[in-house]
């Protein structure tokens, strides 16, 4: 399994206003066509702006094939025109386990 991994950075005070929309408007689209998501986080020390969340995937012709499908959703689009609103950055990675990683 491979792992996006997209960390976003927020405008200072807006990550509760990004958690409500992403729960009840990214979520579903994403869960939906990308399948398996792993989780969303923030941290306590640090960037404390910034959220990441990841997702899994068997492969990258797995993640490009979903993603693809995700952008054509118009809930997806324009739940994303307004989240941009409040991100000032981002940094997304492709995550690909050691051999002796856990299965």
């Known amino acids: 399994m491979i792992i996006d ?3 976003y950075t927020f405008k200072p005070g807006s990550i509760p206003i990004f958690y409500e929309m992403f729960e009840k408007e990214g979520l579903e689209p994403q869960q939906r066509i990308l399948g398996n998501f792993l989780g969303m986080y923030r941290t306590d020390v640090g960037n404390v702006n910034e ?3 990841m997702w ?3 492969d990258s012709g797995e993640k490009e094939r979903r993603r693809a499908e995700l952008y054509k959703d ?3 689009a324009d739940y994303v025109v307004r989240a941009r609103e409040l991100i000032t950055g981002q940094d997304v990675r492709t995550l690909i386990p050691a051999p002796f990683n856990p299965k």
Do not use: D, K, Q, S
């Open 51 to 53: 959220v990441i969340h």
């Open 5 to 7: 991994y997209r960390a």
């Open 56 to 58: 899994g995937y068997e």
């Open 74 to 76: 118009p809930v997806f």
